[in-house]
T-cell receptor, first 114, second 110 residues
Framework: ETAVFQTPNYHVTQVGNEVSFNCKQT?????MYWYKQDSKKLLKIMFS???????VNETVPRRFSPQSSDKAHLNLRIKSVEPEDSAVYLC?????????????FGPGTRLLVL | GQQVQQSPASLVLQEGENAELQCNFS?????MQWFYQRPEGSLVSLFY???GTKQSGRLTSTTVIKERRSSLHISSSQITDSGTYLC????????????FGKGTSLTVIP
């Protein structure tokens, strides 16, 4: 099966903890992305990464960092979570770099920070 | 203020009716996409359409840069079209200038 997989589906944690979300794509794509969708359903792109370049949305706090072992994996680490980090985090991939290409999304990881 | 405005915020259609969704933007456009979010939350990329008209099945996207708008036309709506339609626009260089609209929630009833 070729798709974008995310784990966990749901995570509850306390303020100040570190969390890490996994994303794997089996589509053979070169570029992967992380998005955040807040409680008002507003989406924001956070990062994109391929084997050559990391592009960061400069409004993303520095406690967020992407981690990649190979082009099929892009994990998201949050160093010290805060209440406003509660959201759904969506991973996506595309064949070409940049936002011009069709992106394929994972099911999302819902984070709740208490 | 909101860089990308979508209208209407919500829409209810009877199956078979057509829909026209609008997305307006405030400054010059580098690129734009239309996305569809299913009721359970999964997201699908529909069109990359920075200018002109593109069609895929019953969906047609038209972007008119001079008028600072993009539209998504859904013809012969089906119940399975229900969900949220989002436009996203790159209004400058860098992802901090990649803005999503708040979406149009579409409900198609029998």
């Amino acid at each position: 099966e070729t798709a974008v997989f995310q784990t966990p589906n749901y995570h509850v944690t306390q303020v100040g903890n570190e969390v890490s979300f996994n994303c794997k794509q089996t589509l053979g794509h070169d570029t992967m992305y992380w998005y955040k969708q807040d409680s008002k359903k507003l989406l924001k792109i956070m990062f994109s990464y391929n084997n050559k370049q990391l592009i960061v949305n400069e409004t993303v706090p520095r406690r967020f960092s992407p981690q990649s072992s190979d082009k099929a994996h892009l994990n998201l680490r949050i160093k010290s979570v805060e209440p406003e980090d509660s959201a759904v985090y969506l991973c996506a991939s595309s064949s070409l770099a940049g936002v011009q290409d069709t992106q394929y999304f994972g099911p999302g990881t819902r984070l709740l920070v208490l | 203020g909101q860089q990308v405005q979508q209208s209407p915020a919500s829409l209810v259609l009877q199956e078979g009716e057509n829909a026209e969704l609008q997305c307006n933007f405030s400054t010059s456009l580098n690129s734009m996409q239309w996305f569809y979010q299913r009721p359970e939350g999964s997201l699908v990329s529909l069109f990359y359409n920075p200018s002109g008209t593109k069609q895929s099945g019953r969906l047609t996207s038209t972007t008119v840069i001079k008028e600072r708008r993009s539209s998504l036309h859904i013809s012969s709506s089906q119940i399975t079209d229900s969900g949220t339609y989002l436009c996203a626009m790159e209004l400058g260089t860098g992802y901090q200038n990649f803005y999503f609209g708040k979406g149009t929630s579409l409900t198609v009833i029998p």
